[in-house]
C-alpha cells in the first residue's frame, strides 16, 4: 500500500516529464503566472511600450528613464497580481480544459513570436513619431544611443522598486507566520494583509508624504531667503525694496528680488520706443513668517499709495505661481508698450513650487488673487472714476488659475475688469472649463470660439486673434479684451482625470496645431502619457508646451489696443499703437532676451 502511493505521484510526473498528459488544470498553469513570471512581464513590456508611444511632447532621455522605470514596475505589479488572482479563482473552481501538447507548444511561441513583433515595431514607430514632434515643437529629438541609455535606466528604476515590493511581501510572510501561532491560516494571511496595507499607507502618508512635504516646505522656505548672484536691490522709488519702499528688501523672497531687479527702466524703454518714457512701477510684497494674505494685500496697498501707482494709465494685478515667480515675458512688454505708463501690482503668497502648492495649497492661489483684487480695488474706488487706470490681469499657469477665480461667469469679467492675458490656464479651472464648454459649435477644444470671440478669445498663437484656427475671419473685437493663450502641446491645459476613461474632443477634433498627428488617445494609456508629459513641459520650446514667451508681445498689443484697429471704447486712455512697428518690436524682443537669457538662474514656477 505504501509502495503504490508513493508510486502514483512518481507515475504522474513522469507523465508530465514525457509530455504525454492531454488533461492541463489551467488554474495550476495561471498559479504559474504569479509576481516573477509571465503574466507581470506581460503587463511591464505593454507599460514600456505605452511609456515610449507618441504623446504631446517629446521627452529627455533622463525623464524617459524614469518614466519608463515607473510605469515597468506598475505593469509588473498589476500584471503579476492578476495572475495570482485568476490562477487562485480557476484553482478554486476547478476548471479544466483538454489540450494537445505539441499545440500548446507552438501555439505560445507564436504568441511571443507575435509579441516580439508588436513590441520592436510599436517602439520603432515611437522613435521615428516623437522625433517627428521634436521637429514640430523645435525640441531636441533623442538619439537611439538616448534611448538605450532610458532603457537601462528604467530596468535600474523598476528593479529597485521591485525589490521594494519584495520586501512588502516578505513582511507579509512574517506577520502571517507570527499570526498563525494563534490563528487559522485564512484568518492569519487577512490580518498579515491588514497589518501590511496599514503600515504601507502610513509610512507612505504620515511619513513618506507628510515628512517630505515638511522637508520640502522647509528646503523651499530657506531657499526664498536666498540672496542670488546678480540681484540688486532696486534704489529707483518706483519700485518695491526700495530705500523708499514700506517694504523692505529682506521681507521680499527671490523670485520677488528678481522681479524687483529686472525690467527695463525708463532709459531703456526710450532707447527702444524711440518715444518719451517713464519709469514704470513694480509693486512687490512678500510673504514673511508673521503676515497673513490680507496683512500682504495691505502692504501692497500702502505701496500704490506710496507710488501713486493709480496715476498711470494701465496697472497690472498679476497673480504668481507658487514660488512668488512672476513670468517677466507677461509684464515687460506692457512696460515697453505703455512707455512705462503703467504699474504691475502683485504679492506672495507661497515659496514651494507649483506641482507641491497644487497638491497641498489647491485654494490658496485663489484665495490670494481674490484678497489682492478687492484690496487694490477698494483702494481705487475711491478715486472718481474717470481718474482711474484701465486694469488688465495677468496670470501663467497657477497665477491664470488664481486669477481667474475672481470672476463668477464671462459677463463678471467683462463688467469688473477691463482686460486680461492668461497663459497656460490649468484644465481644473472652473471659469476656463465653463467657457470652453460653452464654445461654439465646430469651434475646437485647442482654441475655442466663445460668444463670437466678441471680448473673450481663445489662441494657440497670435494669429488666432484675428481669425479662428481654420482661418476664418472673426467679428470686431470689442472692449474689454480677455486673452487665454494655450498651446495644443501644453499638458498643463489638456491634463484631467476623465483622460483615464473618455477621448478628449482636442485629440478627435482635425484642427491640431502642433500636436503630433501620431498621437492617439487609448483607456488609461493617453491618461498616463499626458501626466509623464507634466514634468518636462516647461523645458519645451517658446511656443511649445507650457512656456509662454514672445508671443506675448503681440498678445498684450492687441489687448492693449496697440494694433491700429480703430475700435471704439479702448480703457487704455493713451492708447496710440501707431509708433509700433515691426522693427520696435524687434528691439523689445532682443531686449528682453538679452536680460532673461544672460541670467545663470532658472525661473522655478
Known amino acids: ?26 488554474g495550476r498553469f495561471l498559479s504559474r503566472l504569479t509576481p516573477g513570471s509571465t503574466v507581470g512581464l506581460i503587463g511591464a513590456l505593454i507599460m514600456f511600450v505605452i511609456s515610449m508611444s507618441p504623446s504631446l511632447l517629446p521627452t529627455t532621455w533622463w525623464w524617459q528613464g524614469v518614466a519608463s522605470g515607473l510605469l515597468l514596475a506598475i505593469g509588473y505589479g498589476t500584471g503579476s497580481l492578476l495572475g495570482w488572482l485568476l490562477g487562485n479563482l480557476w484553482t478554486a473552481a476547478g476548471i479544466k480544459i483538454s489540450a494537445n501538447h505539441t499545440w500548446i507548444k507552438w501555439g505560445t511561441r507564436a504568441l511571443y513570436a507575435a509579441a516580439i513583433i508588436w513590441i520592436v515595431w510599436s517602439l520603432v514607430r515611437s522613435y521615428h513619431s516623437n522625433n517627428g514632434a521634436a521637429i514640430l515643437t523645435g525640441m531636441s529629438p533623442m538619439t537611439v544611443l538616448d534611448y538605450l541609455v532610458a532603457t537601462i535606466t528604467a530596468i535600474v528604476i523598476s528593479l529597485a522598486i521591485a525589490g521594494l515590493a519584495v520586501m512588502i511581501r516578505g513582511l507579509w510572510r512574517v506577520v502571517k507566520r507570527t499570526a498563525r501561532k494563534w490563528l487559522p491560516d485564512w484568518i492569519a494571511g487577512l490580518a498579515a494583509t491588514i497589518v501590511v496595507l496599514f503600515v504601507v499607507v502610513f509610512v507612505t502618508s504620515d511619513v513618506l508624504f507628510e515628512q517630505g512635504m515638511e522637508y520640502a516646505y522647509g528646503m523651499f522656505a530657506e531657499k526664498d531667503q536666498e540672496q542670488e548672484p546678480g540681484v540688486e536691490q532696486p534704489y529707483v522709488s518706483e519700485r518695491s525694496g526700495s530705500p523708499a519702499s514700506f517694504e523692505k528688501w529682506e521681507n521680499i523672497g527671490v523670485q520677488g528680488k528678481r522681479f524687483l531687479s529686472r525690467g527695463p527702466r525708463a532709459s531703456d524703454i526710450a532707447e527702444v520706443t524711440g518715444q518719451e518714457a517713464q519709469e514704470p512701477i ?16 495691505q502692504i501692497v496697498v500702502e505701496e500704490i499709495r506710496r507710488t501713486h501707482a493709480f496715476d498711470r494709465s494701465v496697472l497690472v494685478l498679476s497673480t504668481v505661481t507658487g514660488t512668488g515667480w512672476v513670468e517677466e515675458w507677461g509684464i515687460q ?27 497641498r495649497e489647491f485654494d490658496k492661489p485663489a484665495e490670494a488673487a481674490k484678497v489682492l483684487y478687492h484690496a487694490v480695488m477698494t483702494e481705487l474706488e475711491k478715486i472718481p472714476e474717470e481718474d482711474r487706470p484701465a486694469i488688465y490681469l495677468h496670470g501663467v499657469s497657477l497665477g491664470a488659475f ?58 494657440t498663437k497670435p494669429e488666432d486673434l484675428q481669425t479662428d484656427i481654420y482661418g476664418r475671419s472673426l467679428p470686431q473685437w470689442d472692449y474689454p479684451r480677455f486673452v487665454y493663450l ?34 492617439q488617445w487609448t483607456r488609461g494609456a493617453t491618461f498616463i502619457q499626458v501626466s509623464t508629459d507634466l514634468p518636462i513641459a516647461g523645458l519645451a520650446a517658446d511656443g511649445h508646451g507650457h512656456t509662454y514667451h514672445r508671443e506675448l508681445i503681440p498678445i498684450w498689443r492687441s489687448v492693449l489696443g496697440l494694433d491700429q484697429n480703430l475700435v471704439p471704447g479702448n480703457p487704455y486712455r493713451n492708447a496710440d499703437g501707431s509708433w509700433v512697428t515691426q522693427e520696435i518690436i524687434d528691439k523689445m524682443t532682443r531686449n528682453i532676451e538679452a536680460e532673461l537669457y544672460e541670467e545663470p538662474a532658472q525661473n522655478i514656477e
Not at 335 to 358: H, K, N, W
Not at 403 to 409: G, L, M, P, V
Request: net charge negative; with cysteine.
Open 486 to 519: 494655450q498651446h495644443a502641446t501644453d499638458p498643463v491645459v489638456w491634463w484631467k482625470p476623465e483622460l483615464v476613461r473618455t477621448p478628449p474632443d482636442w485629440l478627435r477634433e482635425p484642427a491640431r496645431a502642433d500636436l503630433n498627428p501620431d498621437m
Open 282 to 297: 513694480r509693486i512687490y510684497a512678500g510673504l514673511a513668517h508673521d503676515r497673513d494674505l490680507e496683512d500682504v494685500a
Open 1 to 26: 500500500m505504501k509502495k503504490s502511493q508513493a508510486i502514483a505521484p512518481h507515475d504522474e510526473s513522469g507523465e508530465q516529464l514525457e509530455k504525454t498528459a492531454r488533461e492541463l488544470a489551467l
Open 402 to 459: 488664481g486669477s481667474q477665480a475672481i470672476f463668477e461667469d464671462e459677463a463678471d469679467m467683462i463688467a469688473q475688469v477691463d482686460g486680461a492675458v492668461w497663459a497656460g490656464t490649468p484644465n481644473s479651472t472652473p471659469l476656463w472649463q465653463k467657457l470652453t464648454a460653452e464654445r461654439h459649435l465646430g469651434s475646437p477644444e485647442i482654441a475655442p470660439v466663445v460668444n463670437n470671440g466678441r471680448n473673450i478669445r481663445f489662441a
Open 333 to 359: 512688454p506692457v512696460e515697453y508698450l505703455t512707455r512705462g505708463d503703467c504699474a504691475t501690482v502683485t504679492m506672495q503668497y507661497s515659496y514651494v513650487p507649483s506641482a507641491i502648492a497644487f497638491l
